[in-house]
């Protein structure tokens, strides 16, 4: 409420209908129900289900085709093996859903990737369902991933990027930095440097989004 720009109020990855219902009554403004998981007709059934009841009281919805990786026991939840989004498979799942964006997997995982992995963004997939569909595409897992990779997703065609991880890192990276002097205990000390080091980031995430000064398109 104190906010200077509109604020979105977004469920992540809504697991069941329920979760969803009780979201919305919240005042949740827009739900991900993530159906990703399973067989294709299941998903397109509860994606669907949750569409119709979202759109009647003016809640959009976001829905996921393909899985998402991920890299270690601290990340949101994923697969071990990544599965591509088929681009013939999202019209088919757009059209008989109705969704208003669509999570697609493109090579993303959730988290921050081990050094033994290196992530590869699948962009010439991404153009191929960009192609397909005219809806919002989302990003999850956009952290960690090669600014370059994520700038030119953006160009191809990315309208949302899920990051939380690098935010997060950069918050307690400060706070390990300030709490290695021991007689430091005051909130005061502690607080303030390590949201202002997460508010760099996080700048500079809106920048490379294309995402600056979209509230003047509200
Ligand atoms: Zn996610």
Do not use: W
């Not at 003016?58 to 949101?76: F, Y």
């Not at 290196?118 to 997939?125: I, V």
Request: proline share 5%; with cysteine; charged share 20%.
């Amino acid at each position: 409420h104190r906010s200077s720009v509109p604020v979105a109020i977004h469920l992540d990855h809504g697991a069941s209908y329920e979760q969803v219902l009780t979201a919305i009554q919240a005042g949740f403004t827009s739900v991900m129900i993530d159906g990703s998981m399973l067989p294709f007709d299941e998903n397109v059934a509860i994606t669907k289900k949750v569409v119709d009841a979202a759109h009647v009281v003016g809640v959009s919805v976001e829905g996921e085709l393909g899985t998402i990786g991920k890299t270690d026991d601290e990340a949101e939840d994923g697969t071990a093996t990544i599965i591509y989004t088929d681009p013939e498979d999202a019209v088919r799942f757009v059209e008989s859903t109705g969704v208003d964006s669509l999570a697609i997997a493109i090579g993303t995982c959730h988290g921050i990737y081990p050094a033994s992995m290196k992530p590869e963004l699948k962009l010439d997939l991404l153009q191929e369902i960009k192609k397909k569909v005219t809806l919002p595409l989302v990003l999850h897992g956009g952290s960690n991933n090669p600014d370059g990779e994520i700038g030119e997703s953006v160009k191809l065609g990315v309208n949302k990027i899920n990051i939380s991880s690098d935010i997060k890192v950069a918050y307690h990276n400060k706070m390990r930095e300030i709490l290695a002097d021991p007689g430091v205990r005051e909130p005061n000390t502690i607080q303030p440097p390590s949201i202002a080091a997460m508010k760099v980031v996080a700048a500079h995430k809106i920048e490379l989004f294309a995402a600056a000064n979209t509230v003047e398109l509200y």
